[in-house]
């Protein structure tokens, strides 16, 4: 475990947690569930890899089947379905037409509940996406291979932009909406993007926001930093009408909605790409200030999702699904737009915060959309139990099957998910994966597996993770100790590497654990994930938290040093450090450690300018719980700074460990006392 960042903490908890009885998954569920082989694990085992990945691929529509299922010749670099060729935008929309034309593909679901809830069907999405793709490509001149950034809120445009551009063959990089302007920049530099598309306002605890506004500054940063931004697309929140107070750049902007009538009508072909083409860069945070883009790819990622879909979530054509997730993480790139997209099924997108205006609002989504499938995080989950849970039983809905994801489930959470919100009547799967996997790595089968509470469960089927000690030892089942959780083998779903920056993937993620760098065969090669996890002696994983200079916030992804260099950004601050305090509803917030250059004053107003930084250089979900002004951090002789004793601090424990090795011991009694008077 991490002695750094204080994620050692949050595993202690976690280890910490008792074993928990089983929960048996519903009958009335195990009958209609689209996986009910019990040997599935058998079938998908690693002697019959990669074969099995066939099943994948074949729930989707190909132009031209692969020649070769996968090529490792070159790991950790692997090829899937290659020679294969074949369109997203064709599996999600075209391909349904026939059977489900007049389906609602796209639930809208508005922030205020007094306006309408707008239903797209399949049809409808099909000459969005057609008339939008025409208009990217003959007016914008958008190209197969281009990369192209969105920063968009939840909203069904936001699908649309993603879809007309996976049609053309163009790679979209989406940015969360509520992250700063300054990450955008970022974003659109790494990716070199010409074009960013966005919205001019969207609705968030009641406030039409001004989203326009970080845009202008997005495209001057960008451009400070030597990529131009040629065009800016503007979608309207209300079509029709310009909703946001910053005035549109005249020879750069262009709104939408007053463009798009001169497509109508128009259809475009959807672009034939190879399987191996990247569809899109998801950036997330790693150890280095600088956040990576991980790059996936179309077919493998497109049949990964699919099958995921289909036999974790269980989804069948007839479901109203809702991932309460935002579009502009993996999650919601996986797990509303691509999965359900493909299997036909009905997605629910909802625009808000889930408390707004009350905690009820989920359950009158649920009971007026019939949804069946819900999907939302631990801290969601805990933010309603703590809002009272909005009575569930007052509302009629069913829910047939519920998942978590994104942090560790505490049991007692769990329980209150399944009884309260789940009514008891639904499965739960715990889903354990990240940015860089595509899809699901660890998870019950929802009609296979029993439930346990408090655990991810076993693998997905065909994915072979293991836990190995610091010295690459496999540990074995039911030792009640921690390890690092690695993958043995390659998955289709798994991104094809960092954008631009090979040398950082086989660093971050392999290098740990290989022994022989020049070896050709992906045994030598397992995929390092960056958790700590258990495996317990019934084969399930318990997921412990991050190992590495990240803290999962809100299920977030924060880079320690990404906050640090946001603190240092002020005039004053000498030195900062960041650590995980642990949190009832977030599961983990930052809190930063700061020292003031001499002569600056330490009072609340310098602590306010800190954390206002870091919320305006990455986000307001990056603001940090707490600012502690201290003289001194404690370093090690070496001058490094002793991040967990911070950590220790933050989270009430009395335990700082060996100090008498620091250059300055006496700072940690002093910043105990600071931490005491608050
Ligand atoms: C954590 C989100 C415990 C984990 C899909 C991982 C989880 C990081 C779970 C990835 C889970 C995700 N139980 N921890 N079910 N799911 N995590 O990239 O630490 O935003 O490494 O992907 O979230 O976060 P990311």
Known sequence: MSDETGSVSEAEIAVHWGEEAYFTPPESFVAQANLTDRD???????????????DFANL???????????????????KWFVGGRLNVSYNCIDRHLEKYRNKTAIHFVPEPENEHIEHVTYQELWVKVNEFAAFLRDKVGVKQGDRVTIHMPMVPELPVTMLALARLGAIHSVVFAGFSAKACAGRIVDSESR??????GYYRAGTLLDHKEKADVACDEASAEGQKVETVLVWQRYPGRYSSPTPLKAGRD???????????????APVSVPAEDPLFLMYTSGSTGRPKGAQHSTGGYLSYVTWTSKMIQDIHPDDVYWCMADIGWITGHSYIVYGPLALAASTVIYEGTPTYPDAGRPWRVAEELGVNIFHTSPTSIRALRKAGGGNPEKYNYHFKHMTTVGEPIEPDVWKWYHKVVGKGEAVIVDTWWQTE???????????????????????IPGIHPMILDEDGNRMPAGTGKAGNICIENPWPGMFQGIWHDPDRFVATYFTKYNKNPKSKDWRDWPY?????????????FRILGRIDDVINVAGHRLGTKELESAALTVAGVAEAAVVAAKDDIKGVMPEIYVSLQPGVEANAAMAKKVSDAVAKEIGPIARPRKVWLVPDLPKTRSGKIMRRILAAISNNNPDTGDITTLANPEMVEQIQKIHQAG
């Not at 599935?40 to 066939?54: A, C, D, Q, V």
């Not at 074009?195 to 001019?200: G, H, P, R």
């Not at 390092?528 to 399930?540: I, S, T, V």
């Open 195 to 200: 074009v960013l598309i966005t919205m001019d």
């Open 60 to 78: 989707l529509s190909w132009d031209r089947k692969w020649d070769k299922l996968l090529d490792s010749s070159n790991p950790p670099f692997y």
């Open 437 to 459: 996997n595509g899809g699901f790595l660890c998870s019950t089968v929802p009609a296979v597996d029993k439930m346990k509470p408090g655990s991810a469960g076993p693998p």
């Open 528 to 540: 390092f994930a960056g958790d700590g996890a258990m495996l317990a002696a019934d084969g399930y």
């Open 40 to 54: 599935i694990r058998k079938r998908y085992s690693l002697e019959n890899f990669p074969n099995y990945y066939e």
């Open 254 to 268: 262009l709104v939408v909605n007053d463009e798009l009538p001169a497509f109508r009508g128009k259809r475009v």
